[in-house]
């Protein structure tokens, strides 16, 4: 199995994203600052893994912390910066408000504490995501060409994957084609879910985001299935941006539309997708390509990391108790 990271007593590692599909690297991580970091630089990405990541970077705060009078603000602070990386995943944060809470409840051997509390939180998305390929390639069914988005594999978790499980699992089953979107402009479809797709030797084509349309008419795509980062109780459903095109695309040609992701993306507390805050990036993730130059500094640029997918364009979302279908009530 890929694994998005590592950690022992000693040592967490993650698998440098940054660097594929050219060279897997695992990149030590030595105190929650490096972590940020990395979560910011997407050097870990996709909500499940940031949310182990945020675990594992509270256990190196604790480490660091532990023999200091003032341990609390320390850690809290630390917790505080790792939450400030990414604020559309709510993966993150519920697992740093779970932190929060045993630290006020249990302070004592708070580092043990978050050690298994980060192995859990492994175990709990890599069974999460055996149940969402059991149930999904069940509700799906006999479909033979898919369309997807963005990275949802054992990179963007710990395992095989939310909607890159579904249909690591339906390929176990008959064959399969796959098109994956390159995913502007930080390239997650063309760098990772290529990579990974190779990996797994599901036959797969990449596209441009662009070309999606015209690969649904002429290949005849049976469905698309893609992740999310936040799913609000009325179904609204925030992934990578260019998903809300697709859902639009899908309607159009009266083909399904699934979002594939864990119980814990389902955000209780907000009511639909206009309380969901998407994150906005830096302009030079637009204006280059891995440092490249392809436009003037000069020119405005917009890079919101996320748009949001209304429930009613959703044909089911499919977690790891459930498919949920439209109207939803989650």
């Known amino acids: 199995m890929i694994e998005s990271i590592r950690i022992s007593k000693n040592k967490v590692e993650i698998l440098d994203q940054t660097q594929l599909p050219f060279l897997e690297k695992y990149l030590p991580i030595k105190d929650y600052r490096e972590m940020a970091e990395a979560i910011f630089k997407l ?7 940031i949310g182990i990541a945020a675990a594992a970077g ?5 480490l660091e912390f532990s023999d200091k009078k003032d341990f609390s603000d320390k850690i809290f602070t630390a917790i505080t910066d790792l939450e400030n990386t990414r604020p559309t995943a709510v993966n993150l944060f519920a697992a740093t408000s779970k932190i929060r809470e045993m630290i ?3 302070p004592e051997n708070i580092s043990e504490q978050l050690y298994n509390f980060t192995l859990d939180l492994m175990n709990y998305e890599k069974i ?6 059991e149930i999904g390639s069940k509700f799906i069914g006999n479909v033979k060409n898919i369309l997807t988005h963005c990275n949802t594999g054992s990179l963007a978790t710990y395992g095989i994957g939310t909607a890159l499980g579904v249909i690591r699992t339906i390929s176990l089953n008959h064959q399969i084609k796959v098109f994956a979107d390159e995913t502007r402009p930080l390239l997650q479809g063309s760098r990772l879910t290529m990579w990974e797709l190779n990996k797994s030797h599901i036959d797969s084509t990449l596209i441009t985001d662009n070309m999606a349309a015209q690969i649904i008419k002429k290949e005849k795509i049976d469905c698309i299935i893609v992740g ?9 459903s925030a992934n990578k941006i260019g998903t809300f095109g697709l859902a639009i695309l899908a309607k159009h040609f009266k083909i399904p539309f699934y979002i594939v992701a864990p119980e814990t993306t389902i955000d209780r507390k907000i ?9 906005e990036r830096n302009y030079n993730e637009v204006r280059k390509i891995k440092d490249y130059p392809i436009t003037s500094d000069e020119f405005k640029v917009a890079n919101p990391a996320f748009d949001v997918t209304p429930s009613e364009m959703i044909t089911a979302i499919i977690t790891d108790e459930k498919a949920y ?3 939803y009530n989650l």
């Open 43 to 49: 050097k870990i990405r996709g909500a499940p893994a």
């Open 58 to 62: 509270s256990y190196l705060a604790s």
């Open 104 to 106: 006020q409840k249990n």
């Open 128 to 133: 999460a995501c055996e149940k969402m390929g």
């Open 228 to 236: 999310a980062d936040r799913i609000a109780k009325n179904g609204d």
């Open 271 to 279: 009511m639909n997708g206009d309380e969901i805050k998407i994150e």
């Open 325 to 327: 279908q439209y109207p």
